[in-house]
């Protein structure tokens, strides 16, 4: 079971939802994919095991072999490698690692070499085990190290919960892909509201099934309970607007932390994903 | 010398086009000679990405040495630099009041691009 | 005078960014407005923009195959490096039929490159959207990337360029940014070049670690940074020591704002926290922005 925790809106609490659910379960995999900014294990506080760099792989040009034909910068479409009349510039940040220079270089010129843009840890509290990607700052693209990380987590066999990055484009999309549902966090407000909208886009798009969790009840208004209904999503759980939450998730405690009646709430909400996934998947396989 | 200026004309008379890599001419000046061509530019204005680095290999190939013009993105000027021609930025008015403010050295080459990527 | 440019920005989403953008907007005299979280813009939704121009916005590729002429060689699966080609084989596990999967294509070329049957296409992607704008703050650039779709750092250089020849023609004095959160290529797009960064941090483990990182990146990027602690009465321990690590850096903090319900009230009104009645917190943004103005006049 693959869950992916997503919001479009940045700090709705998607990562203290996720955190807490994952404890709730007590034997769960967590996989913090918002790699641009990891908080994850603010909150698990977990035993450190592993360190793992994520690495791509960038052209180096041999000059001696070069006779600056241009053919890798006629194939490469992002503009990393450019020929002079003498020497050939790679832009690093630029480049997507697709090995299209190297492949096409009629000289063999071309060598690709690893250069680090990221790190996977790996952790364990209790029973929970904590996979966190981790992108180099500087480095432009989240996407390569998203897709590491989760390639480690999918070895475990206990569910699997997802902590996507905010928003909606491509970093989100490789995170939810595979997911078998999409729990969206949101807040009663126009910001949240709108955001939702475009998760809720994302995950229709993958064709990934989706719940809702709306967080701080009370300091909006109930435009996104109407939308929730018109759009027959389902709202798994309401989090009241509670300073006493907001103080213990800046101390780095999950909400059963702070109110234990919580871990029951996540257990009901994790059995209602379950049931509506067995369902959908019993109904595909009927041929509804 | 060669001196190249971006134009929106074919001689000295035009006027400076500010931009770099879309600019619709390029307007080579040689100080030695006092003779000037113009090249044209304008399938870069279309092109949706690379303009200015496509524009940085043409005048590094013809030869020239200083590059004067309005603003430069960070690729371009990379390329520019590493091909060994100086950038004057800023350049306003006419292709003659460019170079004669470069000559007269109030233009000065600048030691970083101007603005950042742009589109 | 040179067109200044300043950008808000915050590492973790949801510290009151947007919120702020806002009310700076309205303060500022002349400005020209961008909204560079592209991914999920907000500020429309306090700014209320009527559309003057939209424009499309095309980006990056995606492999297509032709079943008609291709061969079933599956060279393309071999030669992708993002897993995007989609084997299925018949009944005797022979190849019957490879497509591209759209969502993990990167739109390199690779396969459409060496195919030897040329029966791969590669076409150019509507990524997304943007827009000027006219609002009672100023006029407002702003877009909205395709859902799923990658590149959002070139849109966001595209209305900051937008941006940046408005200010030009209008003579305009700022251009006002809101930035996305993360630091990743959009957020890089949105603060290179800048005059200065404002920073808006929450005193959480999440908040502090967060700004630090983007401190990191506007380090990295060269660019003089202030701070604006929100919610600040949430933990007094780690805001004492986000104070302590702005200090520690050489960076300078604006102001310390307590927790207040009206940063969303307004939200829900429509209306900035400067407009929206009885509150101190307006008074407040109000000297916060006065300090910016004075950082981003020292800068010549």
Known sequence: MKIAVASGKGGTGKTLVATSLALALERAVLVDCDVEEPNAQLLVNPEWKETKAVELLYPEVDLAKCTFCRECQRVCRFGAIVVLLDKVMTFYELCHSCGGCALVCPMKAIKEVKKKVGEIRAGKRDGIVLYEGRLDIGQPMPSPVIKEVKRKASREQIPIILDAPPGSSCPVIHTLKGADFALL????????????????????????????????VGIGDDRVHNYCREQGLEILLEIPEDRKIAEGYSRGLTLSEVYPEYKERFLEVYQKIVQKVERNVSQAVSGN | MKIAITAKG????????????????????????????????????????????????????????????????PKAYQVLTAGGVKIGVGARGTVQEAIDAYLKGELKPSSAPDVNSHW | MSVKQLVVISGKG?????????CFSQLADSVVIADCDVDASNLHLILHPSIVRREEFYSGFKAEIDPEKCQKCGLCKQ????????????????????????????????????????????????????????????????????IGEENSGKLVSMVRKTAQELAEEKKKELILIDGPPGIGCPVIASLTGCDYALAVAEPSLSGI??????????QHFSIPLGVVINKYDLNLKISQEIQDYVQKIGAELLARLPYHPSF??????????????????????????EKIEINLKSKV
């Open chain 3, 264 to 289: 969303s009230r307004a939200m829900v009104e429509g209306k900035s926290l400067i407009e929206y009645e009885s509150n101190s917190v307006g008074e407040e943004i109000k000297k916060i922005w």
């Open chain 3, 79 to 146: 030669v992708c490096r993002f897993e995007a080609v989609l084997e299925k084989l018949d009944a005797n596990g022979l190849p019957q039929e490879y497509t591209i999967d759209p969502v993990t294509c990167d739109g390199c070329g690779v396969c459409a490159e060496f195919c030897p049957s040329q029966a791969i296409t590669m076409l150019e992607q509507r990524a997304g959207e943007w827009y000027i704008s006219e609002t009672r703050a100023g006029i407002l650039v702003h877009a909205q990337l395709g």
């Open chain 2, 10 to 73: 074919k001689d000295l008379s035009s006027p400076v086009d500010e931009r770099f890599g879309r600019a619709e001419f390029f307007v080579i000046y040689d100080t030695e000679s006092g003779e000037f061509q113009a090249i044209d530019n304008t399938q870069n204005l279309q092109a949706m990405q690379g303009a200015g680095v496509q524009s940085a290999q043409k005048i590094i190939e013809l030869g020239v040495e200083v590059l004067l013009t309005g603003h430069c993105g």
């Open chain 1, 185 to 216: 966090v949101t807040e009663p407000t126009p910001f949240g509201l709108n955001d939702l909208k475009l998760a809720v886009g994302v995950a229709r798009q993958l064709g990934i099934l989706c719940g809702i969790i709306i967080n701080r």
């Open chain 3, 209 to 218: 670690h967060d700004l630090k990182r983007v401190s990191e990146l506007c």
């Open chain 3, 14 to 22: 949801g510290t009151g960014k947007t919120s702020l953008v806002a």
